[in-house]
């Protein structure tokens, strides 16, 4: 009978201490094994392609920027990589974002340690798991206000949108669904896609995930715009 594999896991988070508490928990259970740590964002991409781990735990915010750009980049090159983000950001914007990139589950660090284990095994095996405790007022608040909008555009080449295709841009950064852009903004899937494709066109992105890295470089999603 074939022996059970290890899941093997690398750490990245800018804070030893964190990443020596967190590695003390993991490996306590004898299915989990932490093969590498990652303090900066230079060093990410060249670990996890040396060690090609089953599963990054990823803080978002570390030496040399926010992570969120970096994970498409990250699932292109390492496909067999699924990423658990593990962040002190508990925001359902961020949550979005994140899996629109390419990871497979988002947890908060405040979560029970519990939670950051189960997440790990469901990622490994391929599912998507969340934990996340939003209140009302959390969710309130995820949409930018008009005034944030027009400040941050000023900054970027978002003259070239209307007022709706700014609204489809921000909706697709997010994570938001052709279907779930539709029903918000009271449009057919088929207008949708084509405020999509107009988008792509004026701004040179083609996937999802250069939506993402597009509004988070322009400060419009991720931990900086909060």
């Known amino acids: 009978m074939n022996e059970k594999k290890n899941i093997r896991l690398v750490i990245a988070d800018d804070h030893a201490v964190f990443r020596a508490g967190l590695k003390l928990l993991l490996q306590s259970h004898v299915d989990l094994e932490v093969v590498g740590e990652v303090s900066d964002v230079g060093q990410l991409q060249a670990e996890v392609s040396k060690l090609r781990p089953d599963v990054l735990v990823l803080d978002l915010t570390m030496p040399g920027g926010s992570t969120l750009p970096v994970i498409d980049d990250l699932r292109q090159a390492i496909p067999e990589t699924r990423i658990l983000v593990l962040s002190m950001h508990d925001d359902l914007t961020l949550v979005r974002a994140a899996l629109a990139s390419g990871a497979s589950g988002y947890v908060v660090k405040a979560a029970a340690d519990t939670e950051v284990v189960a997440a790990i095994r469901a990622v490994a095996t391929g599912k998507v798991f969340v934990d996340l405790d939003l ?33 489809v841009f921000l909706s697709l950064a997010k994570g938001h669904t052709n279907q779930e852009i539709a029903d918000d903004l009271d449009l057919s899937i088929k207008t949708v896609e084509t405020y999509r494709g107009r988008i792509g066109v004026k701004l040179g992105l083609r996937t999802r995930a250069e939506f993402v890295r597009f509004a988070v470089e322009l400060g419009l999603i991720g931990p900086g715009s909060y």
């Not at 309130?140 to 008009?146: A, D, P, Q």
């Not at 941050?152 to 609204?167: A, I, T």
């Open 135 to 167: 209140d009302a007022s959390q969710v309130g608040n995820l949409l930018t206000t008009e005034k944030d909008w027009s400040e941050k555009e000023k900054m970027g080449p978002l003259g070239s949108l209307s007022s709706r295709e700014k609204e």
